[in-house]
């Protein structure tokens, strides 16, 4: 154990770490739910474990709260810690890590880089959303190209399905510049892992 004054210093350092600076002197009784779920991560914080496991930290966090939360648990990762979260809510692993295990009735279906988990998915066209100035003219030429299997006009924007991700991002750049188009965003709609997991569990 630790002596009475490491036992209180380890204790405050753990608090901030977590953003509970403020509220040490106040009774654990009083403390929300969310606040309760930093507290906990401070507790495990006050032992300066090399691995953390943390089930569903982010529940009944409010907004300032969970961005503290992964702010925290990114540093730790940061710092050379291992981290291993346990989530059903999965744009918030997503938030908070790179790679992921994937896990369908207690069996591992999936284990990586979340991109490069959905590149193994051949069996699925993968959609991109372009937003842009010009949506038709753009259309136009996206048809043409062979690995696209479907263009459709959404809004101020081009939602595309392509067989061959790889082309499409490599040759995507010559058709901006053909087109005149000034685009502002580009996006996978299923680069998440919501759309993973659904295609995965099929």
């Known amino acids: 154990g630790f002596s009475p004054d490491e036992a209180r210093s380890r204790a405050v350092e753990s608090l901030k770490r977590v953003g509970m600076g403020e509220m040490m002197e106040r009774r654990i009784g009083s403390y929300s739910m969310g606040m309760r779920q930093r507290l906990k991560l401070a507790q495990a914080l006050a ?36 981290v291993l979260i346990s989530s059903h809510v999965l744009y918030e692993i997503e938030s908070m890590t790179e790679r992921v295990v994937l896990i ?19 069996e699925h066209p993968h959609r991109v959303f372009i ?7 753009l259309a136009r030429k996206l048809l043409d190209m062979d690995h696209i299997v479907r263009v459709d006009l959404e ?6 399905e392509t067989e061959s991700p790889d082309r499409f991002y490599s040759e995507f750049p010559r058709l901006v510049v053909e087109t005149g188009v000034e685009v502002r965003r580009l996006y996978s709609p299923d680069d998440n892992l919501d759309s993973v997991f659904r295609y995965l569990i099929g």
């Open 155 to 160: 809004g101020d924007g081009v939602s595309i």
């Open 104 to 122: 369908n009735k207690g069996k591992v279906i999936a284990e990586g880089e979340i991109h490069e988990i959905r590149s193994l998915i051949d």
């Open 47 to 82: 032992h300066d474990p090399d691995l953390l496991v943390l089930d569903e930290p982010l529940k009944g966090l409010d907004p300032i709260g969970r961005m503290e939360m992964i702010e925290t648990i990114k540093r730790l990762g940061d710092q050379g810690k291992t």
């Open 131 to 137: 937003e842009c100035d010009k949506p038709r003219p």
